[in-house]
C-alpha cells in the first residue's frame, strides 16, 4: 500500500507550481525523498533558491496536498538546502516546457 499511497502524494504535489515557472514543483525536482510509514508522510524539499518568493507559502501547499491522502494522518515536511537544486533535478518534461 505504501507505493499507492507515495503515488497518491506525488499527484497532489504534481497540482502545485512554481509562481515563476509554468511546470509542477516535482518535476522541477523541488521533492527530494517522499516516505510513508503508517499513515504519514515525510516529505524532503527544497526551493529554487533560498529566497525563492513563496518559502513560505509553497511548503505548505505541498504539506495541505499530502493531507488530502485519505491514508495520510499527518506530515512531517523537512525543507532541505542540501544538495542545492540545480536545473539538473528536473525531470525531461519540465526541461521540454522551459526550451532547456
Known amino acids: 500500500m505504501t507505493i499507492e499511497v507515495k503515488n497518491k ?10 509562481p515563476e515557472l509554468p511546470v509542477n514543483i516535482y518535476e522541477l525536482g523541488l ?18 533558491t533560498p529566497n525563492c518568493p513563496v518559502a513560505e507559502s509553497l511548503p505548505n501547499e505541498v504539506k495541505e496536498g499530502a493531507m488530502q491522502v485519505d ?9 532541505v538546502w542540501d544538495p542545492p537544486w540545480t536545473k539538473d533535478m528536473m525531470s525531461d518534461a519540465a526541461k521540454l516546457e522551459l526550451n532547456l
Open 71 to 79: 491514508e495520510i494522518d499527518d506530515v512531517d515536511l523537512q525543507l
Open 31 to 48: 521533492i527530494y525523498d517522499i516516505q510513508v510509514k503508517d499513515r504519514k508522510a515525510e516529505i524532503k524539499m527544497t526551493l529554487t
Open 9 to 18: 502524494i506525488i499527484n497532489e504535489i504534481r497540482k502545485i507550481y512554481d
